[in-house]
């Protein structure tokens, strides 16, 4: 029986006196992958998030937590701080029902999404941030028993990958799976000779899109680090358009965070030249996961037509040279950050129109 908020609610409950919040009020924020809570106390608000099962170890969630540290204190980039439990630790293990899951806490930071055209932020300045991010990992030494997974070809496109496999997404037909399989053949030759150079491979959020920063009085915070990992630091670009590749403005969406992230940080020609194999690369993953997550509303929505639409990227990924294709100087040139438009509520309005 597939899982509910509900089922999450009485392990944030618990988790409550560890962190001497036993008389705060708990309303549910958001339940996706995890679900989280707002946790109010004499004022006093705290975020309170509690882990699948099964996604992350204790290891793991402690080392996302001092990354979160570390760019928070030794970097521009504001993230949200870690609440320590009355032991000192920053995760506990919460048991309910027989079960085991992990618990953390937060500060509560008040704003607006990042996707409000309220908060006045581009995808520039998205662009902008990721490179900090980037150039605070490329500098940083992460501690002794820092742990966290690597998104790498295997863990992205294989059977067993941490979000499925895209051969399981609903209504693939036996020709579209041709042409993609074509084109993940494509993807892993063309990323293995890319390599994972120091400069190329690195730690990265993995989901940093506009709905994963909060906006408070013209600063930006970063949130939600859940699947920061070991990978290709070009990912967190072609995160920004999951679902939105066949977008209209997908490409001005791209140009847009890469002059951004050229204000700030480096790409190297070949890194350009391969754009569209993280695009295209993003693609599949996002497919595997409709896969893994009938119940969402992605796959509710988006579902039925996904698979098709990702043959249809995919060849283009093949036959079109121009498809998300750039030129580096032109980039180099005009890089900056300004407010072009961009498609932060293209998947809502996908969504709402089926």
């Known amino acids: 029986m597939s899982e509910t908020a ?16 036993e008389r705060a009020s ?24 509690v882990h699948r099962p099964g996604y992350n170890s204790l290891a793991e969630v402690e080392s996302e937590l001092a990354w979160m540290e570390s760019v928070r204190s030794d970097s521009s980039i504001r993230t949200p701080a870690v609440r320590l439990a009355g032991d000192g630790n920053s995760v506990v293990a919460i048991e309910h029902a027989g079960e085991t899951r ?7 930071i008040p704003g607006i999404s990042a996707e409000d055209a309220a908060s006045g932020i581009s995808f520039s300045d998205l662009g902008a941030v990721t490179a900090s991010l980037h150039q605070h990992v490329q500098a940083w030494t992460p501690p002794a028993k820092f742990v966290r997974f690597r998104w790498d070809l295997d863990s992205m496109l294989g059977e067993t990958g941490r979000w499925g496999d895209w051969r399981h997404a609903p209504n693939l037909t036996q020709s579209d799976r041709e042409v993609i399989e074509t084109a993940e053949r494509s993807v892993r030759e063309r990323l293995l000779r890319f390599g994972t150079g120091a400069d190329r491979f690195g730690l990265v959020h993995s989901d940093l899109r506009m709905s994963n920063l909060i906006v408070r009085d ?25 679902w939105n590749e066949a977008s209209p403005s997908a490409r001005t969406t791209v140009e847009t965070w890469l002059r951004g992230y050229l204000s700030i940080g480096q790409l190297d020609d070949a890194a350009i030249a391969e754009i569209p194999t993280f695009i295209m690369l993003r693609r599949l993953m996002i ?16 579902g039925p037509h996904l698979a098709a639409e990702t043959a249809s990227l995919a060849q283009r990924y093949l036959t079109d040279p121009t498809w998300f294709a750039f030129d580096a100087d032109s980039l180099r040139n005009t890089a ?10 293209d998947l809502e309005e996908r969504c709402s129109n089926g």
């Open 6 to 21: 509900a089922d999450y609610e009485p392990f944030a409950r618990a988790s409550l006196p560890k962190y001497g919040l």
């Open 26 to 49: 708990l309303t549910l924020l958001s339940y996706s992958e995890n679900a989280t809570y707002l946790a109010e106390l004499d004022g006093e608000r705290s975020v309170v998030r």
């Open 287 to 302: 497919t595997a996961w409709i896969g893994t997550h009938p119940e969402s509303e992605p796959a509710r929505t988006l």
């Open 336 to 345: 900056g950050r300004d407010p072009l438009p961009s498609v932060v509520n």
């Open 218 to 242: 013209g600063e930006i915070i970063v949130i939600d680090f859940d699947d920061c990992g070991w990978s290709w630091f070009l990912t967190d670009l072609a995160a920004v358009i999951t």
């Open 102 to 108: 992990l618990v953390d806490v937060f500060e509560f």
